[in-house]
């Protein structure tokens, strides 16, 4: 399973930090997502950390404000996010594959969301 923590309330250009620890499998040999969805819209997908190729790719909407960090100690993926914007409220998930390069819908598992909200 994958367990979540941080998020919570926040001003207008603050920063947070979201963890996405897992339980029962390695999260290092998996391919990990964090995607978000807004009140009265469909998820999106705001970063994807390839196993594969230990590489993340980014929505354009998040490029250079957010990163993402792995501690395999501790079993963990980390999104950091700064310059918050208020459109960054929103549900964040973490979500994880195995064996494949790819993050969408249909991830093996998924975190319960941990709410974020921006406050001007």
């Known amino acids: 399973q994958l367990v979540q923590s941080g998020g919570g309330l926040v001003q207008l250009g603050g920063s947070l930090k979201l963890s996405c620890a897992a339980s029962?499998?390695?999260?290092?040999?998996?391919?990990v997502g964090w995607f978000r969805q807004a009140p009265g819209k469909a998820r999106e997908l705001v970063s994807c950390?390839?196993?594969?190729?230990?590489?993340?790719t980014y929505s354009g909407s998040v490029k250079g404000r957010f990163t993402v960090g792995r501690d395999d100690a501790k079993n963990a993926l980390y999104l950091q996010m700064n310059s918050l914007k208020s459109e960054d409220t929103a549900i964040y998930y973490c979500a994880s594959v195995d064996g494949l390069d790819r993050c969408d819908r249909n991830m093996d598992y998924w975190g319960k969301g941990t709410p974020v909200t921006v406050s001007s």
């Open positions: 029962g499998f390695t999260l290092h040999y998996n391919t």
């Open positions: 950390t390839s196993t594969t190729f230990g590489t993340t």
